[in-house]
T-cell receptor, first 113, second 114 residues
């Protein structure tokens, strides 16, 4: 059973287009993180969302946490080739003492110049 | 900007040998973690460590695995007798506070067991 499902798994779009990737679960999370991972490297933290309904912006990237804290989305405006990479969502379950991050399967994004 | 560092970047070992993977977490962080990622698969939690003891571990983290903070800066993962299926990228992470979620990851050690 996948606790965190990301969709789509693969996305290839032209430079300048907008896109949204999704991270969904049936479980409630205390917080949810988005990471970007390059091949052979560690995940790099992009943002953390904590409050249901929270929206955070990082330049052309907009992150939203669902009202029920079970899902999240990442929207990229005017995608650029430098946005190419693997995007991972990861959350910590809303259980007492739970510290581990549960990772999604990732969305591999390719921006075509 | 402070970052988590890991050594070595790549370790090749024979089945049955012991390996020690090393990490230097961010200096003012108190919580430390190990994760692994088998090629093509998800990042998986192994263990969390706080105040010189394990606070949580996954079912992957069996008796072959151990962690230690031998001094004020290093955090190590030891695999006592490696198996072929231990081949993976191993990531160390650290965070300032528990349950904060903001875990910062190192660049990883690629472990290849032959």
């Amino acid at each position: 059973t996948q606790l965190l499902e990301q969709s789509p798994q693969f996305l290839s779009i032209q430079e300048g287009e907008n896109l949204t990737v999704y991270c969904n679960s049936s479980s409630v999370f205390s917080s949810l993180q988005w990471y970007r991972q390059e091949p052979g490297e560690g995940p790099v933290l992009l943002v953390t969302v904590v409050t249901g309904g929270e929206v955070k912006k990082l330049k052309r990237l907009t992150f939203q946490f669902g009202d029920a804290r079970k899902d999240s989305s990442l929207h990229i405006t005017a995608a650029q080739p430098g946005d190419t990479g693997l995007y991972l969502c990861a959350g910590d379950l809303a259980n007492f003492g739970n510290e581990k991050l549960t990772f999604g399967t990732g969305t591999r994004l390719t921006i075509i110049p | 900007e402070p970052e988590v560092t890991q050594t070595p970047s790549h370790q090749v070992t024979q089945m049955g040998q012991e390996v020690i993977l090393r990490c230097v977490p961010i200096s003012n962080h108190l919580y430390f973690y190990w994760y692994r990622q088998i090629l093509g698969q998800k990042v998986e939690f192994l263990v969390s460590f706080y105040n010189n003891e394990i606070s949580e571990k996954s079912e992957i983290f069996d008796d072959q695995f151990s962690v230690e903070r031998p001094d004020g800066s290093n955090f190590t993962l030891k695999i006592r007798s490696t198996k072929l299926e231990d081949s993976a990228m191993y990531f160390c992470a650290s965070s300032r506070a528990r349950g904060e979620g903001e875990q910062y990851f190192g660049p990883g050690t690629r472990l290849t067991v032959t």
